[in-house]
């Protein structure tokens, strides 16, 4: 897909390196008592320049951004992920007026898909108006694009492109600090200049344990990981 011309280069067992005066704010997920998650609230608009880093060791005293602690703690920062587009990892569900594509491995834990019954089943019901709203709203909301979901009858996505930013998660129905919510198409590039998949929606880690570097996987909820920004 086309995207804007900032970019994010994961350095090598370094920080984010940021480009393109790409706007930075904290985006909080709103839950329910059960824990659901129902709605993202904007906070703090960070004031960045054209070109800043931000911490993916997890360890820095300047979160969100890079204060080269990753030196000091010898962070073994090595991309561990597929160059594998979102389509090709996914698992696809079929339903009666929409199929998901849900590439698992991209997961961030941050539970849009629970309300109504789970995202799945809701796609098994989407001949129902309310169930088919429902599904769509909650695969828009996913923040790591794992959920994509497409209509059948017009044979496209169900979303369209968010505004080019980098969102800091807070998550604090479960008392943790979530991943980069990179948003709008941004290209995120390896250390090596390849490109990943330039997607609408993708999640980084930056608190340095996750498994499928540099995208999240949910460590942050194991390790209970923490900024101290809220």
């Known amino acids: 897909m086309d995207g804007p011309s900032g970019k994010i280069v994961v350095s090598r067992d370094g920080p984010y390196v940021v480009t393109g005066r790409i706007p930075l704010s904290i985006q909080t997920i709103i839950a329910a008592k059960n824990g659901d998650s129902l709605e993202w609230s904007q906070g ?21 951004f890079c204060d080269d602690t990753h030196l000091k703690i010898r962070f073994d920062g090595k991309e561990t992920a597929t160059r594998a587009a979102q389509a090709e990892q996914a698992k696809t569900y079929d339903g009666p007026t929409l199929t998901l594509g849900d ?17 799945w089943s809701l796609v098994e019901r989407s001949e129902d108006p309310e169930a088919r709203e429902l599904a769509i709203r909650e695969a828009r909301y996913c923040p790591s694009g794992r959920l994509v979901l497409y209509d059948k009858k017009k044979g496209e996505g169900t979303e369209s492109p968010l505004p080019p930013s980098i969102a800091v998660v807070e998550d604090p129905a479960i008392e943790c600090s979530g991943p980069l919510w990179v948003r ?5 590039e390896s250390e090596d200049g390849t490109p990943y998949e330039r997607r609408n929606r993708v999640t980084l880690c930056r608190c340095g344990r996750s498994e499928n570097k540099p ?16």
């Open 184 to 188: 709008g198409g941004i290209r995120v």
């Open 44 to 64: 703090r608009v960070f004031e960045t320049r054209f070109v800043y880093k931000l911490c993916r060791c997890g360890h820095s005293s300047r979160k969100p």
């Open 215 to 230: 995208f999240c996987d949910g460590s942050h909820v194991d390790v209970k990981f923490t900024d101290g920004l809220t």
């Open 103 to 119: 590439a698992k491995e991209l997961c961030a834990s941050a539970r849009f898909c629970h309300p109504g019954g789970q995202i």
